[in-house]
Each structure stands twice: as C-alpha cells, then as structure tokens.
C-alpha cells in the first residue's frame, strides 16, 4: 500500500539545536519502513549548494539574497523535494521559506509583501495540480530565546554572514518566527529548545506521536539515543 508523502520542515534561529534531531527522526522513521530524504536550505542540490556558499558568505543586498535564497529553493524543490514526495518519502528538510519571512523579512527588514509574491513564483507549478503552491506538512520550530542562542554559539564555529549578527537581529528573527505560527498554527509545532536535549527530544516526537505519524514505541528507543 503506497502512503502519501510528508513534508517536514524545521526552523529556529541559529543555535537552536535543531539539526543534532533531524537525523535521530530519520532513524526513527526508517525503523517503521519509511524512506526518509534529509536535506537543508539553502542547499540540497548542487546548485543550489553553490547558492547557499554565495548566500552565506558574499555581502550583497536584500533583494539579491531573496532572489538566490528562492532560485535555490526552485532548484531543490524541482529536483529532490517534489520527486521524494511523489514517491511517498518523508522529507525532512533543516529550514525553508520560514526562514526566509524570519531572516529576510524579519530579521533584514525586507518587504514582506514581495516575499510572499517570491514564494508563490518559486513554489507553484511544481506538482501535478499546477496551482498548487508546495509548504511543508508541518513545521517544528525550535523556539529559544536570542540570549541563550548567543551563549550557545559562542566560539562554536567561524559565523557565516548570519551568525555574525548581534542579538538585536536575532530578537527580530525570533519575533519572525512568531508571527509565522501565530498566522499558520495548524501548520506549526512550538518546541521549547531551552531545555536539555532529552526532553526536546522527548517534546519532538510525542508531536510525531500525536499526529499518528510514529509509533509510541519508537518514539522512546529514539528517546534513548
Ligand atoms: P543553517 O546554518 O541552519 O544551515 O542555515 C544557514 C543560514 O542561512 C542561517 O543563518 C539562516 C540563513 N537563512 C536565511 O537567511 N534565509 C533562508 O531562507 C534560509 C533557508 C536560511
């Protein structure tokens, strides 16, 4: 029996934590037979990939960076999101268009209004229903405070363009976040990212859970890793 494809995505202000779950959930859903596509934006394509190097490291205006961020996001979708969920994968995605209302809207202070028309161009006449504009089944956003964040990242890494930021921006990008869920929150799942890994964990996967989308079962050997 074919199922139908899911669409995951996952989003929070850098350091969050969201990227040390996303493998651990493919795990879990691989356990109960599911294919699982892991990916990331921008990037997940090798254009893209070069997109997402540019994006992230070359200084360039808000419209530009859109404009990248969403030629990314077409190429991905046309090439590995779309094909995935037409044969009834689950994809689960590190980021998307979220991101972009949060750290280019919000965050950047880039109009919203052309975002949205943005979004629309990149994200219709991808499936059989030519109409169709493609967002994710739902979205987990690993809400954390700036300050804690900021603590997190310190001497982490070297910071791309963004993680360089001060926490002001990250305040706006978090509010960005906000606004998305509140207009969407059927689509939103709000995980608290301030607690210990476990129990973020623990939070993620009784979502899974509750949507009947893993079993009981798995949700705590996941929670045992
Ligand atoms: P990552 O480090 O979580 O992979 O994300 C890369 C950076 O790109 C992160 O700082 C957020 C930023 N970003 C945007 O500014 N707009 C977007 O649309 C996406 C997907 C990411």
Not at 51 to 56: A, E, P, Q, Y
Not at 183 to 205: C, G, I, S
Request: hydrophobic share 45%; with cysteine; proline share 5%.
């Amino acid at each position: 029996m074919s199922r139908p494809g899911l669409f995951i995505t996952f989003e929070g202000i850098d350091g969050a934590g969201k990227s040390s779950h996303i493998e651990g959930l493919a795990a879990a859903f691989r356990t109960q037979g599911r294919t699982v596509t892991v990916s990331r934006e921008p990037g997940g394509t090798p254009l893209a990939e070069k997109l997402r190097t540019l994006v992230l490291n070359d200084p360039m205006d808000a419209l530009t960076e859109s404009l990248l961020i969403f030629a990314a996001r077409r190429d991905h979708l046309l090439n590995v999101i779309e094909p995935a969920l037409a044969r009834g994968e689950v994809v689960l995605c590190d980021r998307f268009t979220d991101a972009t209302f949060a750290y280019q809207g919000a965050g950047r202070g880039f109009d919203l209004g052309v975002l949205s028309t943005l979004e629309r161009l990149a994200q219709t006449g991808l499936a059989q229903d030519p109409l169709l504009m493609r967002e994710p089944d739902l979205t987990v956003w690993f809400d954390l405070a700036p300050e804690v964040a900021a603590e997190r990242l310190a001497g982490a890494r070297v910071p791309d363009r963004f993680e360089a930021q001060p926490v002001e921006f990250f305040r706006r990008v978090a509010q960005g976040y906000a606004d998305r869920a509140a207009a969407a929150p059927q689509r939103f799942a709000r995980l608290d990212a301030a607690q210990d890994r476990h129990r973020v964990w623990q939070q993620l996967t009784s979502v899974f859970v509750r949507k009947g989308w893993l079993a009981i079962m798995v949700a705590s050997q996941g929670g045992m890793q």
